[in-house]
């Protein structure tokens, strides 16, 4: 027992790493003082340009993603493991410590995670997203639609069992709640969209 305590403790200080405050400290800008003051990728593309949003995204992806595959090729018999170092990662990722517990809204770190768990399931969330973005240039939208499709495809096409889809599901639940913000500017219609930088 101690070592799983261990090793959720390790996937939240690895999810914890704020990638897109280093990535913006680094070009002289404090994430948190721009746009949104989100630390997440799609915020970086507002404040740096695409390729800076890219890497970030890339990074907050890989951190939730080899956790997890490592967890399940070290212990492939433990589903519901390898969900509770997704959501320890992704926890991380939205309370990081480094930020005073103000952190990102944990898509990309989930898309990470849940890539490692569930890859199908994963692909079809993808998809959904790409859908939604491409009618509403909107990526909260876009998100948000992604992260429910994941919770319904992966506990009803794959038939998942209760205590394996739990840690999903808190995330699912997680990405919403850290969305409030926005889905309160969707409802009121004013939600901006993406416009991409030039860099």
Partial sequence: MLQWVLILTLSFFVGSIPWGWIVTRRQGIDIRQVGSGNIGATNVVRALGVRWGLLVLVLDML????????VRLLAPDRP?????????????HMFTPWLHFRGGKGVATAVGAFSALAPWATLMAFGVFLIVFSLTM???????????AFGLVYKVLFDVAWPAFAPAGLVVLL???RHKDNLRRILRGQEPRLRWGSS
Avoid: D, E, N, Q
Wanted: aromatic share 12%.
């Fill in 80 to 92: 519901a493991w390898c969900g509770w170092v997704a959501a320890s990662v992704v926890a991380g």
């Fill in 63 to 70: 951190k939730g993603f080899l956790p997890v595959l490592a």
């Fill in 175 to 177: 990405i919403w709640i």
């Fill in 138 to 148: 909107t990526v909260s939208v876009a998100s948000l639609s992604a992260a429910l």
